[in-house]
């Protein structure tokens, strides 16, 4: 079974600026996307970037303009480059990849931005 792991994340102050790395553990030949979720306190998961796998992006307009979405493919590896940050990026962010069936998710990271 494939995993997948993050690295990076942290606390930074506003407008700084943090790099999130996930790594799978095997080659994944089947997906639809890789995505990055962060989910807030008392708040509602959400999806934040995708990259699929031609290399399409799309972001949620709350970081659009801000956040990166990046895949390496000979390393297996996504990155989600997060600039410009804001006190409510504060959140656990997930790594995700969407497959048809048995998705994988990320252990999750703790990212804190502080005012």
């Known amino acids: 079974q494939v995993q997948l792991v993050q690295s990076g994340g942290g606390s930074v102050q506003t407008g700084g600026s943090l790099r999130l790395s996930c790594a799978a553990s095997g080659s994944i030949k089947s997906f639809n996307f890789w995505g990055w979720h962060r989910q807030a306190p008392g708040k509602q998961r959400e999806l934040v970037a995708y990259i699929t796998g031609g290399g399409d992006t799309q972001y949620s307009d709350y970081v659009k303009g801000r956040f990166t979405i990046a895949r390496d493919n000979a390393r297996n590896t996504v990155y989600l480059q997060m600039n410009s940050l804001k006190p409510e990026d504060t959140a656990v962010y997930h790594c995700?990849?969407?497959?048809?069936?048995?998705?994988?998710w990320g252990q999750g990271t703790q990212v804190t931005v502080s005012s």
């Open positions: 995700y990849v969407d497959r048809d069936v048995n998705n994988l």
